[in-house]
């Protein structure tokens, strides 16, 4: 049988919560101390997309973001990618278009998502929907929201990119 795994990398400004995301899409666990690293490059999990049982390899950086030092081999050979910001951070919003284009510059055009986290601090919320919604538009991609924390919409960022990918 077929086996289909694909890697799949997820960039932004640090501590917008990537490292969590993987952490809880792979082992269902969540903490707020959570550290830089996760100490391998990727983490991993099998979900069945239309009828298929999928791999999904979840590489993470180990903070190196926030020096724009990843180097090319984390983006070599994905097949997918998560561009990911806090609704908290505005710094991290206005950074998206630039992680798209090194992301392109790695790895050409490969199924992306765009994705709001931390949607659970509301009241601290610095992005407008309208203007989160232009930017998936702008940078042809679907706009997710997520809380980590809470665990909400986590399975669907990691759903959609499969189905993407089951596609091409
Ligand atoms: P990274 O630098 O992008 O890998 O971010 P981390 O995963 O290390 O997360 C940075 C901080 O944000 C940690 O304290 C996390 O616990 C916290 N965090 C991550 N996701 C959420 C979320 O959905 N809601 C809230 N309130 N905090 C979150
Ligand atoms: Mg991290």
Redesign the pocket.
């Known amino acids: 049988e077929l086996e289909i795994s694909l890697k799949v990398v997820i960039v ?10 993987i ?1 809880r899409f792979c082992k269902g666990t ?5 550290k ?1 690293t996760i100490g391998v490059d990727f983490l991993e999990r099998e979900i069945e997309v239309d009828g298929e049982d999928v791999r999904l390899m979840l590489w ?2 180990a ?1 190196q ?1 926030e020096f724009d030092a990843i180097t090319a081999a984390y983006y070599r050979g994905a097949h997918a990618c998560v561009l ?1 910001y ?1 609704a908290t951070d505005r710094d991290s919003f206005d950074a998206i278009p630039s992680w798209k284009l090194k992301v392109e510059n790695e790895c050409g055009e490969i199924p992306t998502v765009l994705v709001q ?5 509301v009241d601290q919320c610095q992005i407008d929907p309208n203007e989160a919604e232009r930017l998936g538009r702008a940078l042809g991609c679907k706009l997710l929201r ?5 665990d909400v919409g986590v399975m669907s960022v990691f759903r959609h990119l499969a189905s993407r990918c089951l596609i091409e």
């Open positions: 932004g400004n640090g501590a917008v919560g990537k490292s969590s995301m952490q969540y903490t707020r101390d959570y830089k993470d950086t903070g973001e990911a806090s986290n931390k949607i659970d601090l997520t809380s980590v924390k809470e």
